[in-house]
Nanobody, 119 residues
Framework: QVQFVESGGDRVQAGGSLRLSCTTSGITFGISTMGWYRQAPGEQRELVAQITSEGDTVYSDSVKGRLTISRDDAKNTLYLHMDNLKPEDTARYFC?????????????WGQGTQVTVSA
């Protein structure tokens, strides 16, 4: 059974830091390109950062230099270290592999974890 469990979200002040985690099961994590996505109220879900099985990373322009994606294949876990957080980072954060990202529904996405950044 495919499952994604995101955690680590919190309410912080601007300039603060957080580390998000996503534990996965039911997928071949070690060979998957994994991504962190976020969705703010009234907005479409957007890709924040992505990491290949070789460790190559891609970031959206809005987070480049502030967020760092990493992975622990032994633990089937994806991380997102967030520094210098801004109010515009406020959103619900999700993880999923790239081959699931075009689909909707609980078979492809977890519950997410909420990040709220106050000015």
């Amino acid at each position: 059974q495919v499952q994604f469990v995101e955690s680590g979200g919190d309410r912080v002040q601007a300039g603060g830091s957080l580390r998000l985690s996503c534990t996965t099961s039911g997928i071949t994590f070690g060979i998957s390109t994994m991504g962190w996505y976020r969705q703010a109220p009234g907005e479409q879900r957007e890709l924040v950062a992505q990491i290949t099985s070789e460790g190559d990373t891609v970031y959206s322009d809005s987070v480049k230099g502030r967020l760092t994606i990493s992975r622990d294949d032994a633990k089937n876990t994806l991380y997102l270290h967030m520094d210098n957080l801004k109010p515009e980072d406020t959103a619900r954060y999700f993880c999923t592999p790239d081959y699931f990202s075009d689909y909707d529904g609980p078979a492809y996405w977890g519950q997410g974890t909420q990040v709220t950044v106050s000015a």
